[in-house]
Structures are given as C-alpha cells and as structure tokens.
C-alpha cells in the first residue's frame, strides 16, 4: 500500500510537500482551512512572485538558529528550485539575480503548482479544519478523523491573516510537544513618535536606515525609504523591522537614524552645504536646500537645524550648516510600535528550529511529523528568500515524508 501523507496548509511550502510526497509515490492530501489554495502566493513580490533570488546572501536568513535554514537550502538550493518551476511549464526571467515568472504575474506561479497537484491526482481539501493531531499520526479535522503514515505541518504563521495564516498551526506543534518562540511581525512598518510625518506622507527617497537598541546598532540597510502619516516605510524599513519589534517587546528604547543623502560621505555634505550658502546667498533659507532634498523634507530639517523660517541663506551660520549636515546624515526618530500582523509579509519567531532535523525536516519528537515554510522559526529579508525558504524546506519535507523511514 501507498504510504498516506496528510499536509496541513495548503501554501508555498505545503503544495511543494504534496507535490514532491506524490512524486515519491505516496498517497498526498492537503487541508486546507481557507476556501483554496495558495492565496498568499498571489500577493507575493507585489503581484508578481519574486519565487528566489541567485544571490543567497549571508543575512538572507534570520531565526534563533539561523544556520538551520542554511542547511535546508544546502539540500534544496536555488538551482534545483529553478529546475522544479521550469519542470512545471514556467518561463522565468532573471532581473539582476531577483527571479520572476516571466509572465509578470504570480498567478502563473499559483497556476503551475494547481496543475501538477491536478496531473498528479492530489486531493485539497478546503475548508478542512484540523482540530487535533496526536503523536500516532491521528488527525481530528472538521471533515471527520483521518489517520496517516507521516504529517507534514506547513500551516503558515500569523502574517496576513487575510491570506488564511491564522497561528492554528502554532497550537499544533506545541501539541506534539514543540517549543514556540513568540511569533512577531515582520517585513512591516515602523510607526514613530514624532509629529512631523505628517508633513512628510508620501516622500519617497534613496536613504540608508539604521536601527538602535538602546543606543546600540542592530541592524541597517539601504535603499527607497518611504514616508507615511504615521513613520516609516519601504525595503530597508522592512529589512530591520524584525530587529524593532523583537526590541520593543523585551521593551527596549527602539531608534532609528535616517541618512537622507548617502551618496555623499558626511564631510563632502558640509563642504558642499557651505558653497551653497556663498552661491545661493541672494536667495530665502527656505530654498537653501531645492534640488537636494525632496521640497517636503525641507522645513522640517532647517527646524531641527535652528534655522529660523525667513532667513535669508547668507544668514546661516557655519554652526548652522553642521547641524543640518548631522540632521541630513542622521534624522534620528524614536519608534514607537511596528505596524500588526495584517499589514506584515511574514512573522519573526515560531517553532524552534532546533528540535527540527535540517538534512530531512523531520521533527527531533515526533517520528514521521515534518514541519515546513513558514511556522519554522526562519525569517528572510526582501527579495525572494522567504519563498525560498519556502520551496525548499517544503520540497524536503514532502521528499522524506513520501520516502517514509530508512
């Protein structure tokens, strides 16, 4: 007889699980607790599936135990990942290492998945909730008690619960024994405390963004920050958004400084600041900075450099000019909480890697109970890694759980 995989959550990581399960020769079926699978994958990459990146970067991945997920993308890299979607009828497009369905559109991705669970007769069922999994594989769902050779526990985390990620999977582990660090949003907003954003909603600008702990350094990145009513925004928001919300919730005094212009170095701007004030003498402070900075940004940073409102630029001092050098080169801005799990791509913390075998995602407690995508205490930066991550520990996963026990 076939060996019986169940999969719960019928995601990036669980359609992956079922698919490589059922290639094995296993006898494959999703629950799914939503009305159909995959809705996550369509909001991925802003509508377009960033499905990997060629760049497997050294920081791609953060957790507890971050070199877990290195050893899971060891068994399942990028290549193979490739090869899997090409398999499945998808023509992918490579723009500068991030890897794109050619078609624009993560609908085809969703597609190409649906199809090859089709082609390789693997129920869904939706709107299949599990209520209970026991340690002897036996599984209590709304649709009615279910027994299996292996279960693979692909239920997502509490990131856009829109999507159907509801936490549900979180309860099961700790079931089966398994230890849950606390799940926090990320890849997510910054709401700060100061009143001038207001002023600035909507600005869009090149800036490098450096998080502080306690006055320690945690964590930075660069590229588009985005300016919202609220805080702050954009891909380099989201890259250090992990390091915010793990440090506000051990309530920790959370920062962050703002270099509006990193393409000069900090003396280059004083020196450049100070030729504008002997060019553009004639001319009212308040358009000291035209052509600098984005208009909106401009009231503020001569506010905060003691610049009065009506000053004429010859009238700003040297003393002046480094204030606003040190306030361009480093807005400093307090946050005050991120943004909650409905506005978050993923969730920082979940179950804890280290009762979880890599080389198979076999748990170190359960004997045939694999855990794959996102539940896992696994977070990627922007850029395709999450669903990386997602394909290969759900393709490893699934390949163990149907080859069954050595």
């Known amino acids: 007889m076939k060996r019986k995989v169940m999969i719960i959550g019928g995601g990036a990581s669980g359609m992956t699980a079922a698919i490589a399960a059922a290639r094995e020769g296993a006898d494959a079926v999703i629950l799914e607790h939503t009305k159909r699978p995959g809705k996550k994958i369509l909001s991925t990459g802003n ?95 709304s649709q009615g008690d279910m027994k299996a050779d292996a279960v693979i526990l692909a239920a997502g985390s509490k990131a856009a619960p829109g999507t159907g990620s509801d936490g549900s999977g979180y ?58 009513d609220y805080g702050i925004s954009g891909i380099p928001v989201f890259q250090i958004s992990r390091f915010a919300a793990r440090a506000l919730r051990d309530g920790k005094k959370v920062t962050v400084r703002l270099d509006l212009l990193p393409v000069m170095e900090k003396k280059e701007l004083f020196q450049f600041l100070t030729k504008r004030v002997k060019r553009l003498g004639y001319r009212p402070g308040e358009e000291f900075l035209n052509g600098v900075l984005n208009k909106k940004l401009h009231q503020v940073l001569l506010k905060e450099s003691g610049i009065p409102a009506g000053r004429r630029t010859r009238e700003i001092t040297e003393k002046q000019l480094g204030v606003l050098t040190d306030r361009i080169k480093g807005l400093e801005t307090t946050v005050t909480a991120v943004n909650p799990f409905e506005q978050a791509q993923i969730c920082c913390g979940g179950v804890d890697t280290r009762e979880v075998n890599p080389c198979t995602m076999e748990s170190k407690l359960v004997s045939q109970l694999f855990l794959a995508g996102e539940i896992l205490d696994v977070d990627g930066i922007c850029g395709g890694y999450n669903l990386q991550w997602a394909w290969s520990s759900g393709i490893l996963a699934g390949r163990n759980a149907g080859r069954g026990p050595i």
């Open 47 to 141: 509508g377009k599936c960033n499905l990997t990146n060629l760049d497997m970067r050294k920081d791609a991945f953060r957790g507890e135990n971050p070199g877990f997920a290195w050893k899971v993308v060891g068994e399942v890299p990028v290549k193979e990942t490739l090869s899997f979607f090409e398999d499945l009828g998808l023509v992918l497009t490579d723009r500068n290492g991030y890897v794109y369905p050619a078609t624009g559109q993560a609908s085809s991705v969703l597609d190409a998945l649906r199809f090859e669970l089709e082609r390789l007769k693997i129920p869904v069922l939706c709107e299949c909730e599990v209520l209970s999994v026991s340690k002897k594989l036996e599984l209590a769902t």
């Open 171 to 228: 309860k099961l582990a700790e079931s089966l024994g398994h230890s849950v660090i606390e799940p926090l949003p990320a890849l997510v907003q910054l709401k700060c405390r100061e009143t001038w954003y207001k002023q600035f909603a909507g600005v869009r600008t090149e800036a490098s963004v450096t998080l502080y702990s306690d006055g320690k350094a945690a964590a930075s990145d660069r590229g588009e920050l985005q300016f919202t």
